[in-house]
């Protein structure tokens, strides 16, 4: 076999091992061994096989859920509350650096805030104002998100469980 036929082989495999696709609701950070160089736009892109890597970020809304949180109110009712948070990547570098598992962080911060908020007023604050208390959550997990780059959109409180006899009660007071 001829020398020259295997090395163009060998040079046009590498040059295709370093093709890859950015959609257009993606960015890719790109990383030259292991140090972060730039953050590659949608499109057709090379990288340099070995010695590059990439590490792809959707930066569309992303929705994740807040598992039931067993709250106790101000007036010392137990209730189980459950949400879900809109956010979104507005800066793709500093949420792949500046936190490890972004999404992760964002639903532990939001189960705190929502702990926290509902935690603070009674029963009828929380059945009354749902949005109310959805805009104080979403304040309070934005202030900490926002240096990772990541654009809190919404959170709405979904389900608020109380115990059933609480429910009969406020069923017999009506």
Known sequence: MNPLYLFSIIIV????????????YKRALKFRFGKYVRTLQPGFRWIVPLVETIQVVDVRVITINIVSQEVMTEDNVPCS???????????PEKAV??????????????????????????LDTILSKREEM???????????????????????????????????????QS
Request: proline share 1%; net charge negative; glycine share 6%.
């Open 81 to 91: 509350i459950d949400g879900v948070v809109f956010f979104k990547i507005s800066d």
């Open 134 to 172: 959805g805009k104080n959550i979403k304040s309070i997990v934005e202030t900490e998100t926002h240096h990772w780059g990541i654009e809190i959109i919404d959170v709405k409180i979904k389900d608020i469980q109380i115990p059933e006899n609480m429910r009969r009660m406020m069923a017999n």
């Open 13 to 24: 495999l590498f040059l295709l091992a370093g093709i890859r696709i950015v959609y257009e």
């Open 97 to 122: 650096l500046e936190v490890e598992e972004y999404n992760f962080a964002i639903t532990q911060l939001a189960q705190a805030a929502l702990r926290d908020v509902c935690g603070k007023v009674e």
